[in-house]
């Protein structure tokens, strides 16, 4: 998803979907405001119908508004209160997963009048661009019939007066590999068990490494983790055909001082499948087994999304991959 920064009036703009907000009782933005007076009060006229009412995070689609360049307006309700972090991701989330059902391959988002608790726009920015990639995500690695991709493809949205483009551009970046990094352990956690193994993730990990100066990783075997002494995760997967595998991924972006700070932390669990052991659980919802893994899967999105933003941080994430089972 490309995502840019853009300054015009909102009338004026060219695009498939020009979004713009609406607050609780119908009360119109700044930029839905100028639409309403471009388009001859047609904005206030539809409203005035009653179908839609501004409830945050809700949204209407509406085509062909004379007056207004845009082909179609996306309504996204903003409720009635200043936005928090909360708000601000009901609002975003609402109106991306509206658009990735859309067949618009471009949209401009008229938001720079929003009203903010305690969060500056670049807080919009960054999770705007995040939203956009998490609606943009479908599983379809394993069926047959894959799912039509959105057709949306970029992105762009207005800045406030006075905003700094450089730090709005580091937010979309930032809120973009964020994304990225989540659609990495959906995708990771939507795999059935006897595709995503122990093996299967630290693959996974050793693939993020590749020409990567700053991320190394590491996969010990179970003869390795015996000379450790590692029993509580080799026990798990001593039923299983498949081996455990502990994956260390070690990313050094900090730069070196002698007042160095110890390394972040992460650690997740990885059973790949989960059976009960010898006491196998019941066969309802057996499948969903497959996501104890989510733990584990986190942590390499995590680590994708670290290594795109290119963090000036050291961290040492540790996954503990196995799968609990009967062989």
Known sequence: MKTTLRTAKPATIASDCLAVCIGAKN????EATELDLASGKRLSKLLDNGDFEGKLGS???????EGVRAKRILLVGSGDTKLDAKALKSLLGGAAKTLAKSNAAE??????SLDLNGLSFEAVAERLALELEDASYSYSTTKSSKAKKPSLKSVSLATPKGSSRAKLTAALANGKATGRGINVAKELGNLPGNVCTPSYLSQQALDLAKGKRKLSVKVLSEKQM??????SLLSVSAGSS???QLIVMEYKGA????NKAAPHCIVGKGITFDTGGISLKPGAMMDEMK???CGAASVIGTM???VEMDLALDIVAVVAAAENMPS
């Open 226 to 231: 015996q000379r450790l002494g590692m029993g």
């Open 242 to 244: 498949q081996e455990a």
């Open 59 to 65: 949204t209407l689609m509406l085509q062909g508004i």
């Open 304 to 306: 994708a999304a670290v």
């Open 27 to 30: 009360r119109l933005s700044s």
């Open 107 to 112: 949209a401009h988002f008229a938001i720079a």
């Open 291 to 293: 996501f104890d893994m």
């Open 255 to 258: 730069k070196a001082s002698k």
